[in-house]
């Protein structure tokens, strides 16, 4: 990732290179002036750049939480900023072009892209952890009139699959690099004909990080279409019986099972079990009823929350645990007498939320963006709002 080594220089430079600036829009410094945050705005797009200290100088590079996707634009910010700051530079990286391939594909989509989505086409259906893609690749080729929505939290597989996808020149599938158990909230209700879920990692030690679990059941029953039906494929006895049962619990559904039916084609990790000679259960859920239409509205505002001189000390330290989803203030930084620039983790525990919250007199704000529109972030939203507004006396350290 881009980065510059300078030598140490005079951080009191800082603010008159601030205000002189055409990239930097404000300097956020952590306690102990031990990291430093420069807010910057670089071709219509808002991210922040670290500086910290290092060895012999100073290191300037990407912030994680805020990191472009193209970047070049990050290089380019960089550039920019070395250049107002007057940095003298040791060492860079900015000058060569990245060698990782950036999901960059037209056919590569953020899960915030799903707000308010167009479909392309009139079906859709959803995989979730595609791997090798095998199987997604072979749907899209066959029924090129269905979208396929492609779900793996493994970008490597994801990247490799969007090249497949580019390769074989086919435009019905969407690559999303997202865990599955929370994507499907984005989905309208009524509207997928098949999930298909194969070969879902058995976790067995740790059963919570399971894919089926009641409420994924009841988010797909939500999304598919009356008649749609949700398809699982698994070589785990435990995992077949525990789904089984949680399909069971769920109303208006009609279950059918099957052992050692073979697919038209086979998964990479379904060629595996078959060398093997493991037995194969597939599961197939069929909803019996229409849905009612998702009407949930998440608002993400702050309204009232703004800054006061007691915030810093009232927040919290450590991270509050609520049932099924956590907020941690992780890190505070001074932008000025009367604004700061809050670093928080939060949202489902599987699946955490990393922003910053931009914080002045007047109002507050997720910095960049505000996160995904699901409930869970909407619960911790609200715990994180009542948190900055604590009433007089309160104090929650
Ligand atoms: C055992 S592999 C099976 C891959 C493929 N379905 C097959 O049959 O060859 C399970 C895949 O699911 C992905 N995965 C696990 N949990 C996931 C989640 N919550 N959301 C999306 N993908 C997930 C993993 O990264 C992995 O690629």
Redesign the pocket.
């Not at 997202?178 to 158990?181: G, H, I, P, V, W």
């Given at each position: 990732m881009p980065h510059l080594k300078a030598n140490p220089f005079d951080t009191s430079r800082l603010e008159q290179a601030l205000a002189e600036s055409q990239t930097m829009t404000f300097v956020a410094t952590s306690f102990g002036n031990k990291e430093t945050l420069i807010g910057v705005e670089h071709c219509g797009e808002e991210f922040l750049l670290q500086l910290k200290p290092d060895e012999n100088g100073v290191l300037l590079k990407y912030d994680k939480v805020t990191r472009p996707l193209k970047v070049a634009l990050l290089k380019e910010a960089i550039a920019l900023v070395a250049q107002e700051l007057d940095l003298e530079i040791l060492s860079s990286n900015i000058a060569f072009s990245s060698s990782k391939a950036a999901l960059s594909s037209q056919y590569f989509k953020k899960i915030e892209a799903f707000e308010g989505m167009v479909y392309p086409k009139e079906k859709l259906c959803v995989e979730?952890?595609?791997?090798?893609g095998?199987?997604l690749l072979y749907q899209a080729k066959k029924n090129p009139d269905t979208l396929y929505i492609g779900?793996?939290?493994?970008t490597p597989?994801a990247q490799q699959v969007l090249g497949q996808i580019e390769l074989q020149q086919l435009d019905n599938i969407w690559v999303v690099n997202?865990?599955?158990?929370l994507f499907l909230e984005m989905l309208p209700s009524n509207k997928c004909e098949q999930i298909f879920v194969?070969?879902?990692?058995p976790w067995d030690k740790k059963p919570h990080r399971r894919?089926i679990s009641p409420s994924f059941i009841e988010e797909s029953m939500r999304v598919l279409k009356k008649d749609g039906q949700l398809e699982l494929?698994t070589d785990s006895d435990a995992y077949f019986w525990y789904a089984l049962e949680t399909f069971f619990a769920s109303l208006k559904t009609e279950v059918t099972v099957y052992k050692n039916k073979a697919l038209e084609v086979t998964?990479?990790?379904?060629a595996r079990w078959l060398r093997q000679e493991k037995d194969i259960y597939e599961v197939h859920v069929r909803t019996l009823l229409e849905s009612p239409p998702k009407t949930e509205v998440i608002d993400f505002n702050f309204n009232e929350v703004k800054y006061t001189d007691k915030l810093k000390e009232c927040l919290p330290q450590k991270a509050v645990i609520y049932e099924g989803y956590f907020v941690h203030f992780e890190r505070i930084y001074t932008i000025s007498k009367h604004a700061l620039l809050i670093k928080c983790a939060f949202g489902s525990f599987d699946r955490p939320e990393h922003k910053y919250l931009l914080l002045d007199a007047q109002s507050c704000r997720y910095f960049v963006s505000p996160p995904v529109k699901t409930s869970v972030n909407f619960q911790a939203h609200q715990a994180l709002k009542a948190l900055l507004m604590p009433s007089e006396g309160e104090d929650y350290v």
């Open positions: 979730v952890g595609f791997g090798s095998r199987h779900l793996e939290i493994h597989s997202y865990d599955a158990r194969h070969f879902p990692v894919v494929r998964s990479k990790y379904e």
